[in-house]
């Protein structure tokens, strides 16, 4: 089936660098994206959200890209900090009868060394 | 903000055994709650769509007279594992919207580690 994929990159950083995690989906009648940070032993946190008529939406340190064209969307963390490291994950929902349902993606695990 | 709150974090059973989870909505009504399974080093997996009063939809794979779901009421669900073996040791996160809108996202609780030995 369709599915948002990430295909378990993991990304280290120096603090104080910008982050980019990179996110493709596939299922072209999603229309709304969020971003979640997992740490270890807990849920997902929200961190922010895009709707499909956005192609970019900022949050405080955090900012997304939405690509429909070619289905991609992005996370964007400025001056990164020890606290960021965590397992990042996109997720999907098609809305209509999939109201709520998400779709995640395979998860970046994102680790920033002081 | 909305809270929701899951209980127990962990647990651990014996094979055969039943366990059960609970998932509460804390300070808002949630009329539809999500159950996911995650795996070690994998992505959440929906297993399932709780509607309070009526029956629980499943995902495809996911068996329902296994996972047993419960929506009695507006801000609890509960979600039981019946005769539990150790495949089925995983990590189990609910979740709850906050409306029929989708101005905010989905709220997980913190999960809860089931271990079956």
């Known amino acids: 089936g369709e599915s948002v994929g990430l295909h378990l990159p993991t990304l280290s950083v120096q603090e104080g660098d910008n982050s980019i995690i990179n996110c493709a989906y596939s299922n072209s009648a999603s229309d709304y994206f969020i971003w979640y940070k997992q740490e270890s032993g807990k849920g997902p946190q929200f961190i922010i959200d895009i709707r499909s008529n956005m192609d970019k939406r900022q949050g405080q340190r955090v900012t997304v890209l939405l690509n429909k064209t070619v289905k991609h969307l992005s996370l964007q963390i400025a001056a990164t900090q020890p606290g960021d490291s965590a397992v990042y994950f996109c997720?999907?929902?098609?809305?209509?009868?999939?109201?709520?349902?998400?779709?995640f993606g395979q998860g970046t695990i994102l680790t920033v060394h002081p | 903000g909305a809270v929701v709150s899951q209980h127990p974090s962990r647990v651990i059973c014996k094979s055969g055994t039943s366990v059960k989870i609970e998932c509460r909505s804390l300070d808002f009504q949630a009329t539809t709650m999500f159950w996911y399974r995650q795996f070690p080093k994998q992505s959440l997996m929906l297993m399932a769509t709780s509607n309070e009063g009526s029956k629980a939809t499943y995902e495809q794979g996911v068996e329902k007279d296994k996972f047993l779901i419960n929506h009695a009421s507006l801000t609890l669900s509960t979600l039981t594992v019946t005769s539990a073996h150790p495949e089925d040791s995983s990590f189990y996160i609910c979740?709850?919207?906050?409306?029929?809108?989708?101005?905010?996202?989905?709220?997980f609780g913190s999960g809860t580690r089931l271990t079956v030995v």
């Open positions: 997720a999907e929902n098609a809305g209509g009868t999939s109201y709520g349902k998400l779709t």
């Open positions: 979740s709850a919207t906050l409306g029929t809108a989708l101005s905010v996202g989905y709220t």
